[in-house]
C-alpha cells in the first residue's frame, strides 16, 4: 500500500537547522510532484514547497524562501527539506505530500523551534 513517512522532526533554537526526510513506497515515486505542508495549531494549514516529478523545478512560499531547500533522490524514493535559519514561526507539523491525479499524505512530523 501506499506509504509517505516522515522523519527528522525535532526540538531546535531559533537559527538552527534541520533536515527532514520522506520515505515513499507503494506508488511511482518518480511521476509525482512531491510536497511539503506545515500546520501549526490553530493555523490553517500552509504549503511550504513544492518540486516536480524530475526535480528540476522547485517553489517556495514566501515565508521560507532563502531559508529551506526541497529536494529528491528518485532513484531512492525520497524527498528531503533542508531547513536552516529557523524561527518559532516555523513550528508546525511537517506534512509530505505526493500529488499526482491523487493525493497521498504522510503522518507528519513536529518541528519545534523554540529557545
Known amino acids: 500500500q501506499v506509504q509517505l513517512v516522515e522523519s527528522g522532526g525535532g526540538l531546535v533554537q531559533p537559527g538552527g537547522s534541520l533536515r527532514l526526510s520522506c520515505a515513499a513506497s507503494?506508488?511511482?515515486?518518480?511521476?509525482?510532484?512531491m510536497r511539503w505542508y506545515r500546520q501549526a495549531p490553530g493555523k490553517e494549514r500552509e504549503l511550504v514547497a513544492t518540486?516536480?516529478?524530475?526535480?528540476?523545478?522547485?517553489n517556495y512560499a514566501d515565508s521560507v524562501k532563502g531559508r529551506f531547500t526541497i529536494s529528491r533522490d528518485n532513484a531512492k524514493n525520497m524527498m528531503y527539506l533542508q531547513m536552516n535559519g529557523l524561527k518559532p514561526a516555523d513550528t508546525a507539523v511537517y506534512y509530505c505530500?505526493?500529488?499526482?491525479?491523487?493525493?497521498?499524505w504522510g503522518q507528519g512530523t513536529q518541528v519545534t523551534v523554540s529557545s
Open positions: 505530500v505526493a500529488d499526482r491525479a491523487v493525493r497521498y
Open positions: 507503494g506508488f511511482t515515486f518518480s511521476r509525482y510532484t
Open positions: 518540486i516536480t516529478s524530475a526535480g528540476d523545478s522547485m
